[in-house]
């Protein structure tokens, strides 16, 4: 059950915005995030519950920030209620998406979980709903995934599968890269990998 910390940047100015302590786990069913976010100053912004199914399709998602909640899973494309921090207007939203997207490293081991894309195949295109910060607001975005390369890494615990992808945004054409080990992002914009107390899970 790796737990750790990432610590979260902008990615145009690197401007800090916190991090997220986290812990994880594989199961017979599937995949379970679960993280506290904090500002930069230490003291508490949000969290993040994921659990994704053996597919990689978001069956529970929960966020929390700045008062505002999103509740979500996968149902006629993805579904969610986001409430306002009065708890008055809650609003549910459905967009024929595959799964969810946001700030949370978590998002990134869902969606190749997800795709099961294997080295050298072509990019494949995946449409999902981000829930921006700081409300939580969403937006539908079209992405493309490959995977450049599948490597080991040789470690204490002996050899560590690493993935490099390429991360395409269809309406901008910007492009980025992923590397991910088991179940931990090891690196990605605005996301850097600071602690980890164990090795990161292997899914099945």
């Known amino acids: 059950m790796p737990r750790g910390r990432y610590s979260l940047h902008d990615t145009h100015d690197h401007t800090p915005l916190g991090e997220e302590h986290f812990r994880c786990a594989t199961g017979p ?8 976010t904090t500002h930069p100053d ?3 912004a949000g969290s993040v519950d994921l659990t994704i199914d053996d597919l990689g399709r978001p069956i529970r998602l929960e966020l929390h920030a700045a008062s505002w909640q999103v509740r979500g899973a996968a149902l006629d494309g993805v579904t969610w209620v986001r409430t306002d921090p009065s708890g008055e207007h809650a609003q549910e939203g459905n967009a024929a998406a595959h799964a969810f997207s946001g700030l949370s490293p978590a998002f990134y081991i869902a969606t190749a979980r997800l ?4 080295p050298g195949a072509p990019a494949t295109r995946v449409r999902l709903v981000a829930f921006e910060p700081p409300v939580l607001a969403p937006r539908t975005l079209d992405q493309a995934w490959a995977l450049i390369k599948r490597e080991a890494h040789p470690t ?9 992808y390429q991360v ?20 990605a914009p605005g ?10 899970s292997a899914f099945s």
Do not use: K, M
């Not at 204490?156 to 490099?164: A, H, M, S």
């Not at 850097?192 to 990161?200: A, G, R």
């Open 191 to 200: 996301i850097e990998l600071e602690d980890l107390e164990s090795p990161p």
């Open 168 to 187: 395409s945004a269809l309406d901008t054409g910007e492009q980025h890269t992923v590397h991910i080990a088991g179940d931990v992002v090891l690196s």
């Open 156 to 164: 204490d615990n002996g050899p560590l599968p690493v993935e490099e």
């Open 42 to 44: 230490g003291t508490h």
């Open 29 to 36: 069913s599937g995949w379970r995030y679960t993280a506290q």
């Open 115 to 118: 795709l099961r894309l294997e």
